[in-house]
């Protein structure tokens, strides 16, 4: 844990965007989309936090996604990428893990979402597991995904909740302890960027960590990528670079057939 909280640290200091910007990404997806999307409150402890959670269009039951938020909160980016998972065929549930607070700009959510006790944190998708499983459209099978900060939560929490089929973890820090690595209940599967060494360079470690623990690890680094490249490399993001977008759509493709091996 301490590695995801150097990497919280640095992200946050390197971000120059705006939390408007990370706000308003990715409205033009929601406001179109024809699945159905709400937002539920869950009980975490002795608190009620907020939930997105997003239904696919299908006549069975689902798989749910439990979805872990970038340092950012839950913008509407991430809500986006919901959308997308859903149009996919799984349900998302992304819990709102900065509920009740209120931040000016990117910087101050990123600050907040690094102050965020463990435990708190573990309550809360220990809650949105629960829920999930319950719902009536659920086929019973849970997996969890996360991107930067959330990405490094994904692959912990596979340490933590034994009933995840799978985890993916986007760019997040890998597990750096025989102990978690241990732990691991289910396949992890690595979504990183070839220019993310703050990043990259916990993958070698956790890979000794996995094989010796008998464990499932597949991380796949993404050529002329930078980290976040599954926001930067949006289609409607004006100022998108190449590698990121080619990034994106390969782990898409990846992704979506590793969900479709969901059951």
């Keep these: 844990m301490k590695q995801i909280a150097i990497a919280i640290a640095a992200f946050v200091l390197a971000q120059s965007l705006s939390a408007q910007e990370y706000k308003d990404f990715g409205k033009d997806r ?8 709400e937002w539920v409150d869950l009980k975490s402890g002795d608190r009620t936090i ?7 269009e299908r006549k069975d039951k689902a798989p749910v996604v439990i979805v872990i938020q970038e340092i950012f909160g839950l ?12 149009e996919n065929g799984v349900i998302a549930i992304a819990p709102d893990l900065l509920s009740g607070q209120k931040y000016e700009d990117g910087d101050a959510a990123g600050k907040a979402t690094h102050a965020l006790p463990k435990e708190q944190v573990i309550s809360d998708l220990n809650a949105a597991a629960d829920y999930a499983l319950k719902i009536p459209a659920c086929n019973g099978t849970l997996a969890v995904c996360g991107f930067c900060w959330g990405g490094g939560w994904a692959f912990q929490y596979a340490s933590i909740n034994p009933k995840l089929k799978a985890a993916y973890s986007f760019y997040g820090v890998a597990v750096d302890n025989a102990d978690d690595a241990k732990k691991i209940v289910c396949p992890v599967y690595g979504f990183n960027a070839e220019n ?14 996995m094989k010796a623990a008998g464990k499932k690890y597949e991380p796949v680094i993404y050529k002329g990528a930078g980290h976040g490249f599954m926001r930067s490399g949006e289609p409607m993001n004006p100022e998108v670079r190449e590698p990121d977008k080619k990034a994106r759509e390969d782990a898409w493709a990846r992704w979506k057939k590793l969900l479709r091996e969901l059951h």
């Design 75 to 86: 913008t509407d980016w991430l809500r986006s990428l919901c959308d997308e998972l859903a």
């Design 196 to 209: 993310d060494e703050r990043v990259d360079a916990t993958i070698p470690k956790a890979e000794e960590l």
């Design 50 to 56: 907020k939930a997105f959670v997003v239904y696919p």
């Design 30 to 37: 929601l406001n179109s989309s024809p699945r159905h999307g």
